[in-house]
Every structure is written in structure tokens, then in C-alpha cells.
């Protein structure tokens, strides 16, 4: 099995920065996948950036996101990162770490295709 608990949260003004953390624990074959997900009030909940575990690929993000965030895992592959900058009110929402066993669910970046979720850490840009 595969635990994730997301840390790094909390409130900013617009234009700061916030660097979120994910530690993930179990079986590394189970989480191929790592991804960000978040999701506001209201909203359903929104792919933000998605990387592969075992590949050298670029990772993907949202296009709401590029250039401003950027995915990333420790050497060791049980951290999974994810650095915001220039932050704007639109980004408040509760940010979300998810693993999957498929190597190709990064990409889609779709919920459903996620099996193992963190609890889920609120970020404020006000």
C-alpha cells in the first residue's frame, strides 16, 4: 500500500511564493505516477503538474500553472514537491498528492486515474 501526508501549506499574498512537500511511503512500483491536484470551493477538483517516477520525461503541467509552478522528487524518490511561485488569489484551493501504479496516469493528469491520495493541504493567496 501507498501513504502520502502533503505539508508545506498556509496563507501568502499574491506575487509570494509556497513550496509544498509530499511524503510518500510503501511500495515505490505502486507510485509510478505523482502527480498535484487541487481543488477550490465549488470546483471540481484540477490536475496542476504530473510527473513520472521512473522516466527521464519533462514533467506536465496545467496550462493555468506553467511557468509559475514546478514538480519535483528527491533523489530518493519519497518526497514529491511542488514549488508555486508568483502566486494569485485564483490558486486558494486545497492542494492534494496523489500516486498510482500505471506509469502513463501523470500525464492525462486526471483524478480517476489516481489510487492513492494525501489528505489534502490549504493554500490561501489573499
Known amino acids: 500500500d501507498v501513504q502520502l501526508v502533503e505539508s508545506g501549506g498556509g496563507s501568502v499574498q499574491p506575487g509570494g511564493s509556497l513550496r509544498l512537500s509530499c511524503d510518500a511511503s510503501g511500495n515505490t512500483y505502486s507510485r509510478s505516477s505523482m502527480a498535484w491536484f487541487r481543488q477550490a470551493p465549488g470546483k471540481e477538483r484540477e490536475g496542476v503538474a504530473g510527473?513520472?517516477?521512473?522516466?527521464?520525461?519533462?514533467?506536465r503541467y496545467s496550462e493555468s500553472v506553467k511557468g509559475r509552478f514546478t514538480i519535483s522528487l528527491d533523489n530518493a524518490k519519497n518526497t514529491l514537491y511542488l514549488e508555486m511561485n508568483s502566486l494569485k488569489s485564483e490558486d486558494t484551493a486545497i492542494y492534494y498528492c496523489?500516486?498510482?501504479?500505471?506509469?502513463?496516469?501523470?500525464?492525462?493528469?486526471?483524478?480517476?486515474?489516481?489510487?492513492?491520495w494525501g489528505q489534502g493541504t490549504q493554500v490561501t493567496v489573499s
Open positions: 496523489a500516486a498510482d501504479y500505471s506509469a502513463a496516469a501523470w500525464q492525462p493528469l486526471r483524478a480517476q486515474d489516481f489510487r492513492y
Open positions: 510527473i513520472a517516477m521512473w522516466s527521464d520525461d519533462d514533467p
